[in-house]
């Protein structure tokens, strides 16, 4: 599906799945007044003119003059509690891995491009038969092969990453499809097996887990029948993002995906995560995700490399997810609190 048909669906989900709604007001976000609204407006310029509905356009125009930012963000939008709280935030990350543009040595574990006869949202093939049917080899769909099954596997939980080839070259990849079949928590399926209690699950658990088990591992990673496909992105700069959802590059910790059923693409979003890193800040709703489902879900983008992924992999918080609406959306959805 081409960018803007897949947008003007997602924002046809928000008007036919409307979760229940309350407007609050900007005194009852936690954190309001200390954050930097600022950083939030230049990301939110960098995608507004994407956003879908005749009342975000003039938002967008004024956003580009603003010199104030605090206040526009409090002038034009209402604070709206999509969904009943608590949220559940997790985090993720633009991955950099090792790998080359021909199978050899290490090098085993490909990622692919998009099949051209891939069906627009009908179940395809599984991750176990592309993986160890091998129903693509041969066919020179590889990108890149990559030295780690593991490090493949979340690479397509991320939907992007930095590939560093042998030559020193780097090349970046991201999202150009999926094969619909629906995503499977692994994290969840070692919990159901009893291997770890709920608070132990993380990534790094995750990969430690498949190393120590390569037989069982690679049957774990089957678990997940959802396979992603892959395009090489040329031309992004390495000092910006990777390319979410609406086609545009990401910012570490003030893009976060959403569940674009309930909150529009594009749109500012108040997050108030707990947990043992505790974040209030204003971002702007620029990805989606398979896993990401829900009003109160989110996936918070910590950047890239392997900090950024020691971050991220480590966020499973409460909190509470609050949606920045134009006024008359916001007064569409509910009383004032």
Request: charged fraction near 25%; aromatic fraction near 8%.
């Amino acid at each position: 599906m081409c960018l803007r048909r897949w947008i003007a669906a997602a924002a046809l989900a928000v008007t036919s799945q409307a979760a229940p709604a309350e407007v609050i007001g900007f005194a009852d976000l936690d954190g309001w007044v200390t954050d930097d609204h600022r950083a939030a407006l230049d990301v939110f310029r960098e995608t507004c003119d994407l956003t879908q509905g005749a009342e975000w356009a003039p938002l967008c125009r004024l956003a580009g003059d603003v010199t104030d930012a605090r206040a526009f963000f409090e002038v034009f939008f209402r604070p709206v509690v999509i969904g009943t709280p608590p949220a559940v935030f997790t985090g993720y990350y633009e991955p950099e891995l090792h790998g080359a543009r021909r199978r050899g040595g290490p090098f085993q574990w490909p990622i692919y491009r998009r099949p051209p006869e891939l069906p627009e949202g009908s179940p395809w093939l599984t991750r176990a038969e592309i993986e160890d049917g091998g129903a693509l080899a041969g066919r020179g769909l590889e990108i890149a092969w990559l030295d780690d099954p593991v490090e493949a596997f979340f690479l397509q939980i991320q939907g992007s990453g930095r590939i560093r080839l042998t030559d020193g070259s780097v090349i970046r990849v991201g999202f150009a499809g999926k094969n619909n079949q629906p995503y499977r928590s692994v994290g969840e399926e070692l919990v159901r097996r009893g291997v770890y209690q709920p608070h132990q699950v993380s990534a790094q658990v995750i990969r430690s887990w498949v190393r120590r088990n390569p037989v069982e591992g690679v049957a774990l990673l089957n678990f997940n029948p959802s396979y992603v496909f892959f395009r090489e992105i040329p031309d992004l700069s390495a000092d910006r993002g990777p390319i979410g959802a609406m086609g545009r590059p990401i910012t570490a910790l003030r893009s976060l995906a959403v569940d674009p059923a309930h909150v529009p693409l594009g749109a500012p979003v108040w997050v108030e995560k707990d947990g043992a890193v505790p974040l209030r800040r204003l971002m702007i709703a620029q990805d989606t995700g398979g896993a990401i489902r829900g009003a109160q879900r989110a996936d918070i983008f910590y950047g890239s490399g392997d900090a950024a992924g020691d971050a991220a992999g480590i966020v499973r918080d409460p909190g509470r997810l609050v949606t920045l609406l134009p006024i008359d959306l916001a007064d569409s959805r509910g009383p004032e609190g």
